[in-house]
């Protein structure tokens, strides 16, 4: 289930083929799942609800063959690693992995490995490697102290990554979190600008917002449903990571990647104390050598005075909005450690409010 089979066109600018960040040519995620044992927490042992999706920019060796990029970060209660090596460099040199709070460094380490086994000469005779690895907390309904997701998790997450359509919810990192106190999880969305000459596309992992906050396409859905399905958990993360095929630089990145958090804001929240609320954006368009022939080259960047970053700007807003009223829609109920139930949000009730606010017809 997404968002556009309630009968809905969220946003003005065209979804790509499979409205998803895979649209972007290159791109491809994979996830790993990890669904184990009943009953009350054991740490160290279970239940685990849990997982680890990766992000990967083009199907090279990213270590060699960097892309440009930039971060963002809106709320920085969290945890996140290689983005002072991004903000100074401009780049991404491995897989962008998501997955939950105490498994960041595990997690780090495998993607490490990973880079290590196909670049053997990294902190011999080439220079060190910055994993990026961001997540959510999903605690709640998982053990989280037992950390995991390690090197096999990590690895087949990566080479199992595709490009075409993702899957969406209780998938990968998004397997034990949340979205506004309903079930979340994983979901994406792209969006077209210049008759399909660029496209930009967002994958999101959600674990943010209290229910009163939750607006979908604007109807204050949320403040309707208080008494339905409550969990414990409140206000948490978001991980938001846009890609696109428009030559953008390092710098015009960082702003496509803070209008992302327009789109987060579009559903509600208001990026809370205890957040961790992180962009990440990479563009394809080009390759940066690890190695370089020359030390001058010449190369073309999208011009700023022009309609055509104000529409990439949109698409940033409408894909991550879209992309988190997806991975809403998409998940499923879940009950984890200690019987802790995330309740996924009603259907019917989400259509009735939103005919209510003439936000679909009947």
Request: one cysteine or more; hydrophobic letters at 40%; a negative charge.
């Amino acid at each position: 289930m997404r968002l556009r089979d309630f009968g809905v066109v969220p946003g003005d600018l065209p979804p790509g083929t499979y409205n998803a960040i895979t649209d972007v040519p290159g791109v491809r995620v994979g996830h790993t799942t990890l669904i184990k044992g009943e009953g009350a927490l054991v740490p160290g042992q279970g239940p685990l609800r849990t997982g680890v999706t990766a992000i990967l920019p083009h199907d090279g060796n990213l270590y060699r063959e960097k892309v440009a990029a930039a971060v963002y970060t809106l709320n920085g209660f969290g945890k996140a690693t290689a983005f002072e090596q991004i903000r100074e460099r401009g780049v991404i040199e491995t897989p962008i992995v998501l997955t939950n709070t105490l498994n960041v460094w595990r997690a780090a380490d495998a993607v490490v490995s990973y880079m290590l086994h196909d670049n053997p000469d990294i902190g011999i005779a080439a220079a060190t490697v910055g994993p990026v690895v961001l997540e959510c907390n999903d605690g709640f309904v998982n053990d989280l102290q037992g950390r995991h997701v390690g090197v096999v998790e990590v690895w087949s997450a990566i080479e199992s990554a595709a490009s075409g359509p993702v899957v969406e919810g209780n998938v990968g990192a998004g397997t034990g979190t949340v979205c506004y106190q309903f079930k979340g999880g994983i979901g994406t969305a792209s969006r077209r600008v210049l008759d399909g000459e660029y496209t930009v596309g967002a994958l999101v992992q959600t674990n943010m917002g209290l229910r009163a906050e939750l607006r979908v396409l604007g109807a204050p859905v949320g403040k309707h449903m208080l008494e339905q399905y409550m969990p414990q958990p409140g206000a948490g993360s978001v991980i938001m990571v846009l890609a696109t095929d428009a030559p953008l630089t390092a710098r015009q990145l960082r702003r496509l990647a803070t209008r992302g958090a327009l789109g987060l804001a579009r559903t509600g929240t208001t990026s809370h104390d205890q957040s961790g609320d992180f962009l990440v954006a990479f563009s394809t368009a080009r390759r940066f050598p690890h190695t370089p022939e020359a030390h001058v080259e010449t190369t073309a960047h999208l011009h700023e005075n022009t309609r055509a970053i104000d529409l990439l700007f949109q698409a940033a807003v409408e894909s991550v909005e879209e992309a988190i009223l997806n991975a809403l829609v998409a998940a499923e109920t879940l009950t984890g450690r200690d019987g802790n139930t995330l309740h996924a949000i009603p259907h019917d009730e989400l259509r009735h409010w939103l005919r209510h606010y003439r936000v679909i017809d009947g």
